[in-house]
């Protein structure tokens, strides 16, 4: 919010000096962005009128001027060299003399321009210092054609006021009062402790006439509308404002366009309140019909474009049609024109939620609907309606026509809250009295009552933010001012500490940066396009998204339900840098839509990729190595043939059992803990050689391997304490076997057999060689395993250890027909 300094002083006396003042209303909560003082460094621009104009003989596009300049040139006219297109003679417009300053330091020198003199520069508004979104329509496209108001020869800075501090404040979207002159007075004169005095908002009327007698306003929608005013005026003359008034909308950010349309600006900014001016001439049958849109509708708006409404849109109707979307901007149809009489002055008041919505849907984002979807009060339509026709009237725009249509349906009354004396200073920490308390909130303007300890408190209108105890208080600080507050230590004793959870992720990215991993963090939200490059299945629930309602774009409209297509893109973007080896992880959150009105399904995962000088079993080692520092043990890697993401036969599903040889509790991913020992073991993830269409899929133009595992199930199974026992003190008994066993028995499911069959004798399983070549039967293959056996108590036999060999030996056989090998 643009407010400027001069035009903040009218409504209320400001003494101190633009820093202080800025440095007061930080401390009170008004958060301020820039202090920004306009035209202290201009010098020598004075009033010019342009006597004569003609082309220059050596070009196409110059001009050569004769301007008086008064007295500031000794009495004579001067000549200026110029190529603005909007120069003519009669024009009034600065003059930037020879020696002259502009913003920037810019210093104006006479000199030669195509062998024509040229004593000076006429300014555009740009070179005065003016943005150009608040260039008036004058100076658009050339200098700055002025008024005829102005005297020629004075000092422009003087004459245009150019010399003016700004301060912009940043409005939070819990004050929409504050988006308005009249706010920011409000807040300077309670925390300065000057009077706020309101602008006069009385005009004369033609007693003759009612505005009833000219339109009528009908309500269908009183959820939507709470109040319509509408006021009358005639005899309109359209034409461009007085200078003082297109000076404070140019400070305040908005471009001068005319008379009327200047009014309904300036009064939205000096009161927050949104107004809107029709035609009169254009309302079908005198009647304002506030409703919603039919679906489908189509309505041109003021910048002459077609809008497709949809039924939840507000609209404000006549008998036959459309004439403005409501809040958000007015029709063509019904705008001001040169040769309009009788205007309609509308302020209203529109459902929030509504206006923002049909902002959204339409793509509008007008000062209007900015101010109507944060608050405004409808307390307000008739004050700023009444100031628009004070304006017209001063301004001899018009002439008001007397009463005002005035439809409130949505009147709601005020009620006071209480605020107790002793809640604020145990919040606050101070030792304020109640009389003190009230003072501050009355000059907030709030109503107060006090009743022992105490207050009653009615906060005005246009603060819809105060509803609560609380928010009072946080008024009173702001009053007492933030500097002012003690500043103490928290009395209690708190010890921040992390989760089980965060502790083993934490552990998880120890253990993979010290095998040489490096983490990478990318966007949970996701192309939905992404499970298509893995190749996942048409069936796969990981195509179940969660979708965004406004995403950014396609590429960013989804929730991440894999890790893998992110891994992948890193790993083709380092490819395509010519990085010769990279070795990466991620632990992020992958989610998955859930039932009706449920939450999505968030779990923790794990991804690891890379390429270069790694392989399948670099990678298996790197798992292996995470899942011993979690402590679990017995995990097994399966191959697996059937995934469109990993390449055929050089995949693995990793699982591990549900429960640990000794029967101890882990979580499924289910939820409910499984504790029967020898449990199916549960599948945590897949790992592999990325399939050579995938990669080509991301770019990737070498061989690369990569996993996902469900990190939140290994948190649920993890034991990561380390339990240490004493030294063995019996000998082991070593056993290797070589069985002969069909291709397609997996080492997994002969290795599981051994653990299960092996008991508590059976210390530890090595796989030391697997053979397929001579003396090896076609579709057959040898494994070589190597079987310890230990027993903690005693020294063990040979008859104990070949009984359990046995039957290990036997129930291989038995379930998966293997047998031993003759070597």
């Known amino acids: 919010m643009l407010v400027p300094i001069t035009w903040l002083k009218e409504y209320t006396d400001i003494e101190e000096d633009a820093v202080a003042f800025a440095e007061r209303m930080i401390l009170s909560g008004s958060n301020i962005e820039t202090v920004k003082t306009f035209g202290e460094d201009v010098m020598g621009v004075v009033i010019g009128r342009v006597l004569s104009v003609e082309r220059h003989a050596d070009s196409d596009h110059l001009l050569i001027c004769r301007v008086d300049v008064g007295t500031a040139a000794g009495g004579d006219a001067i000549q200026i060299v110029t190529g603005a297109p909007n120069v003519s003679p009669g024009i009034v417009a600065p003059v930037a003399l020879h020696g002259a300053v502009l913003p ?95 602008p006069n908002a009385k005009a004369d009327a033609d007693g003759g006439k009612a505005a009833s007698d000219f339109i009528k306003v009908e309500i269908a929608r009183p959820d939507l509308c709470g109040r319509y005013v509408a006021r009358i005026a005639e005899q309109i003359v359209v034409r461009e404002s007085p200078w003082w008034l297109q000076r404070r909308l140019m400070f305040a950010g908005m471009r001068p366009i005319n008379n009327i349309v200047d009014i309904t600006n300036y009064v939205m900014l000096e009161y927050g309140h949104p107004i809107h001016a029709f035609d009169v001439r254009t309302i079908a049958g005198g009647v304002i019909i506030v409703d919603t849109a039919k679906d489908g509708e189509t309505f041109v708006t003021l910048d002459n474009t077609v809008r497709t409404l949809s039924g939840d849109m507000l609209l404000i109707n006549d008998r036959e049609k459309g004439v403005g979307i409501a809040g958000v901007m007015g029709g063509l149809n019904s705008e001001i024109e040169t040769d309009t009489e009788t205007i309609l002055v509308e302020a209203a008041n529109f459902n929030s939620a509504s206006i923002r919505r049909t902002s959204k849907a339409l793509g509008i984002r007008s000062e209007a609907s900015s101010r109507f979807e944060k608050g405004v009060s409808a307390e307000l339509s008739g004050a700023a309606a009444d100031r628009v026709c004070a304006l017209i009237a001063e301004t001899g725009a018009g002439r008001i026509v007397g009463g005002a249509v005035d439809n409130y349906p949505g009147k709601a009354e005020r009620k006071p809250v209480s605020v107790r004396v002793a809640r604020v200073n145990a919040l606050l920490g101070t030792a304020l009295a109640r009389n003190e308390m009230a003072n501050m909130l009355k000059r907030l303007e709030m109503e107060v009552a006090a009743a022992e300890n105490v207050l009653r408190v009615i906060p005005p209108h246009v603060r819809v933010d105060l509803c609560e105890e609380v928010d009072f208080i946080e008024e009173i600080g702001r009053m007492y001012g933030y500097d002012r507050l003690g500043v103490t230590l928290h009395k209690d004793s708190v010890e921040a500490e992390q989760s089980r959870s965060w502790r083993l992720r934490e552990l998880a990215r120890d253990v993979l940066t010290g095998a040489g991993l490096c983490e990478i963090q990318t966007y949970s939200f996701v192309s939905p396009g992404g499970v298509d490059r893995i190749a996942l299945p048409p069936d796969s629930d990981r195509r179940n998204f969660v979708r965004l309602i406004n995403p950014l774009g396609e590429e960013n409209s989804v929730m991440r339900t894999a890790l893998l297509p992110n891994m992948l893109d890193i790993l083709s973007g380092n490819f395509s840098r010519s990085n010769a080896a990279v070795r990466l992880f991620e632990i992020g959150n992958t989610f998955l839509n859930a039932e009706r009105d449920a939450l999505p399904k968030e779990r923790i995962s794990l991804s690891i990729g890379g390429y270069g000088s790694w392989g399948f079993f670099e990678l298996k080692g790197v798992i292996e190595t995470l899942l011993e520092r979690f402590g679990i043990g017995g995990a097994t890697f399966e191959s697996v043939s059937d995934t469109g993401t990993y390449h055929p036969g050089r995949c693995a599903r990793i699982s591990i059992p549900h429960a640990d040889a000794g029967g101890s509790e882990a979580v499924c991913r289910s939820g409910q803990p499984k504790t029967e020992a020898g449990a199916q073991p549960g599948e945590v993830g897949l790992m592999g050689e990325i399939h050579p269409d995938v990669r080509a899929a991301f770019d990737i133009g070498t061989e690369a391997w990569g996993a996902e595992i469900d990190l939140e199930y290994l948190i649920g199974r993890a034991n990561p304490v380390r339990r240490y026992t004493p030294l063995e003190r019996y000998p082991a008994v070593v056993r290797d076997v070589s069985l002969l066993t069909a291709d397609e028995v997996t080492v997994g499911a002969v290795e599981r057999i051994i653990r299960r069959t092996g008991g508590k004798l059976l210390e530890q399983v090595r796989l030391f060689d697997v053979y397929r070549g001579k003396q090896i039967p076609e579709g057959m293959k040898s494994l070589s395993f190597s079987l310890t056996y230990r027993a903690s108590d005693r020294t063990l036999t040979d008859e104990e250890v070949a009984k359990t060999h046995e039957k290990i030996l036997g129930a291989i056989a038995e379930n998966t027909g293997a047998g031993l090998r003759e070597i």
Do not use: H, Q
């Not at 658009?140 to 005297?151: A, M, R, S, V």
């Open 104 to 198: 920037g330091g810019v210093k104006i020198r006479r000199g030669k321009l195509r062998g024509v003199m040229s004593e000076g520069m006429l300014c555009s508004a740009e070179e005065l210092g003016f943005d150009d979104k608040v260039t008036p329509l004058s100076g658009k496209n050339g200098i700055w054609i002025l008024p005829d108001e102005f005297e020629v020869g004075a000092d422009a800075s003087e004459a245009l006021g150019l010399r003016e501090t700004v301060v912009d404040f940043e409005i939070t979207p819990n004050r929409p009062d504050c988006l308005s002159i009249l706010g920011m007075a409000r807040e300077a004169a309670a925390v300065f402790g000057g009077a706020l005095r309101y």
